[in-house]
């Protein structure tokens, strides 16, 4: 049995919110996958956090406190780093469960170190350069009555370059990294526009890389243009098209093999009744 469907399968679809304010992680899910949309969202089932999750947002919370350690001007060893990390790993799970293999997690978290320290040593970002924001929060009013653009900046670099910390299995393909990518960093560039008055200078996707020697792989992205906010604005409108009509359906594809609502998914058309 599925505990998860022992909710309302017909859920009312609360149109209004949904349109109110979108995402860039809303879009890339509508747009994967409609049905996988619902489910997170209107539903709001919720899943045990998987272990590379566990690892991304860990890694992530690691390089956020550094940042702001540079931002703040108060100084960082990477023993007290290595401690913030290590409550951060614990405490993060009592929120979020983690759903471990048997003698996976203490193999996952000095994985998930051993990113950090890699990321410490091979930066680009001399210790002393000084960020122009880091974890900031910004809203953004999109035209023709849009929804409410809403995100969360990781770092900005002297200049106006925005970073993006990414945790990845495997080496990105620069071509495949930006396209992936795209709806983000257009979402970014439109962000950093509200809260500067100014456009982003350009991108960077840092992508911490979980091979046995991890490295990094630094990807460099050119400053927002015309046709790629042009691009964005129209995956908005489907967005809000789809909504709109409650148009989720499901998208087979090989990333249904590794989606959490793989086993709901199966179950289609019963849940949307």
Known sequence: MIAALD???????????????????RLNCFHS????????????LVKEATSALHVGKSVHYALQQ?????????????????QGFDLHWESSQEKD????????EPKQKDKAWGLVDMYLRDT????????????????????????????????????GVVVDFKTSASTPFIAQAIH???????????????????????FELHHLVKTKV??????????????????????VESYVDGVER?????????????CEYFSECSLWPEVRK
């Open 7 to 25: 909710t309302p399968q017909s859920a009312k679809v609360d149109t209004e919110s949904l349109l109110a304010k979108v995402s860039a992680s």
């Open 33 to 44: 996958c409609r049905l996988k949309f619902y489910f997170r969202y209107v539903l709001g």
């Open 66 to 82: 550094w940042s702001k350690a540079r931002w703040y001007g108060e100084p960082l060893d990477t023993e007290s780093l290595r």
């Open 97 to 104: 469960p983690v759903a471990w293999e048997i003698d996976e």
């Open 124 to 159: 680009p970002i001399p210790a002393e350069e000084k960020p122009e924001g880091v974890e900031v929060s910004i809203e953004a009013d999109l035209p023709d009555g849009l929804p409410r653009l809403v995100g969360v900046i990781d770092l900005v670099r002297p200049g």
């Open 180 to 202: 992936r990518n795209e709806t983000q960093l257009s979402a970014y560039g439109i962000l950093h526009r509200e809260a500067t008055g100014k456009e982003a200078l350009g």
């Open 214 to 235: 991890p490295k990094l792989v630094v990807t460099h992205v050119g400053a927002l243009t015309d046709q790629r906010e042009q691009k964005f604005l129209r995956q």
């Open 246 to 258: 409650e148009d989720f359906v499901p998208a087979p594809s090989l990333a249904c093999a590794s």
